[in-house]
């Protein structure tokens, strides 16, 4: 009974370190050190930093209202703009819009304002 416990036991270590070093060729393992803190902080940065890129801020935007125009001082002619749709069509549209770049607002054209 006794050298079957040494042999149950000396088979349980040897089937132990066969798996341990299929693991071990099957994976790579190794002991990391996380600073929470300063991962927490990193993140924040990134967050900020990813925010004030999508975020137009209003150091950067003019308010050109006034005369209506087609394009912004910025170079763009990209706008949001409020609209009203009826039957598949734009109805009505609000004059106030806002350049997508860099969020000055202007005066949105109308066909009465065409130079002729």
């Known amino acids: 009974m006794k050298l079957f416990k040494i042999l149950a036991s000396l088979f349980t270590t040897y089937a132990g370190v066969r798996f341990v070093q299929t693991i071990l060729n099957k994976y790579s393992i190794g002991i990391y050190y996380v600073d929470k803190e300063e991962d927490k902080a990193l993140n924040a940065e990134e967050a900020k ?5 999508n975020s137009v801020t209003p150091k950067r935007s003019i308010d050109l209202r006034g005369t209506p125009t087609h394009q912004c001082v910025c170079g763009n002619e990209v706008w949001n703009l409020q609209v009203v749709f ?7 549209y609000y004059l106030d819009m806002e350049c997508v770049q860099c969020g000055s ?3 949105a054209p109308t066909p009465v304002d065409r130079e002729v």
């Open 49 to 53: 930093r990813v925010e004030e890129e």
């Open 86 to 92: 009826d039957d598949y069509e734009i109805a009505t």
């Open 105 to 107: 607002v202007a005066t």
